[in-house]
């Protein structure tokens, strides 16, 4: 636990140390990484699949436990449809996205940096 928590503080002073991404800086990451098929939005398949080829296995346990895919489709997918885009993530500005935490730690997992 030592070392996850030593994780998170040296995140938390990265993040001090090197200011906000913007919530456009991380979709456009998240987009450029996950969008497989490169058609302009980003099925479940295609989410579940880039999580498991970026996600680390230490940060795994977390994500799921802070809800993991569920969470992002809630924050994300406006229509409800198991399809992110980007659109809808501008709609969802409240919820997709929104904390410092999320954009750079979306930045950081799909090596955008």
Same mark, same amino acid.
């Given at each position: 636990?030592?070392? /996850?928590?030593?994780?998170?503080? +040296? !995140?938390? !002073? /990265?993040?001090? @140390?090197?200011?906000?991404?913007?919530?456009?800086? @991380? +979709?456009?990451?998240?987009?450029?990484?996950?969008?497989?098929?490169?058609?302009?939005?980003?099925?479940?398949?295609?989410? $579940?699949?880039?999580?498991?080829?970026? +996600?680390?296995?230490?940060?795994? /346990?977390?994500?799921?436990?802070?809800?993991?895919?569920?969470?992002?489709?809630?924050?994300?997918? @406006?229509?409800?449809?198991?399809? +992110?885009?980007?659109? $809808? @993530?501008t709609i969802m500005k409240k919820t997709c996205l929104n904390s410092c935490f999320k954009k750079t730690n979306t930045i950081s997992v799909f090596r955008c940096n």
């Amino acid at each position: 636990m030592n070392r /996850v928590m030593n994780r998170v503080i +040296l !995140l938390g !002073l /990265v993040i001090m @140390a090197t200011g906000c991404p913007t919530q456009q800086e @991380a +979709l456009d990451c998240f987009y450029k990484k996950a969008d497989i098929n490169k058609d302009g939005q980003i099925s479940m398949h295609e989410l $579940e699949r880039s999580i498991d080829n970026y +996600l680390p296995w230490y940060k795994r /346990v977390p994500f799921k436990v802070f809800g993991g895919i569920g969470r992002i489709m809630s924050d994300c997918d @406006a229509n409800h449809d198991h399809f +992110l885009t980007q659109k $809808e @993530a501008t709609i969802m500005k409240k919820t997709c996205l929104n904390s410092c935490f999320k954009k750079t730690n979306t930045i950081s997992v799909f090596r955008c940096n």
